[in-house]
């Protein structure tokens, strides 16, 4: 989903993913950042190979659901009806991830790192950043799936299952 302010401002960009690194410098994200943070829940994604184009589905293993770190915008369609988008904050992948991928979301580490980043009382954009990292290598674990995953019509526990 893509956030209002950066389609007014780049109409023909829309983006699902906001890379940390360009926080800070652009308006749009930067405002969303400081005021409408969320968290977007998990039990795994999935990463293409970048050579290969072969899928992973990448999970954390000290919880069965994660959360990544994001932020949302709501606005007027020009129908009147009220529209809601969200968009995952991406960052450099850890050691392990990077030889399927060169980004990785940004998965926070903990219910306090969570909890810091709903807190709405919290503004400063660089204090916020602060809980965005690669995660933990050692808490991640990833299993190549069947390509049917790149096709959005195909929902069902065979996306998720590994391949031989």
Request: charged share 25%.
């Amino acid at each position: 989903m893509i956030p209002q302010a950066w389609v007014n401002e780049n109409p023909k960009v829309k983006p699902i993913n906001a890379r940390v690194e360009g926080l800070r410098k652009n308006t749009a994200f930067r405002r969303l950042v400081e005021r409408r943070r969320c968290l977007i829940p998990a039990s795994g994604y999935f990463e293409w190979h970048q050579s290969t184009k072969q899928p992973h589905y990448i999970r954390v293993k000290s919880r069965p659901v994660f959360a990544f770190a994001g932020f949302y915008d709501t606005w007027k369609g020009s129908d009147g009806q009220k529209i809601s988008t969200c968009t995952i904050i991406t960052c450099p992948p850890n050691a392990r991830t990077r030889h399927i991928h060169d980004r990785m979301p940004a998965i926070l580490r903990d219910h306090q790192d969570e909890r810091f980043w709903l807190d709405r009382s919290e503004t400063n954009i660089d204090e916020l950043l602060t809980v965005i990292a690669p995660y933990p290598e050692d808490d991640m674990y990833w299993y190549q799936v069947d390509k049917m995953v790149g096709n959005v019509n195909n929902d069902s526990d065979k996306c998720v299952e590994p391949i031989q």
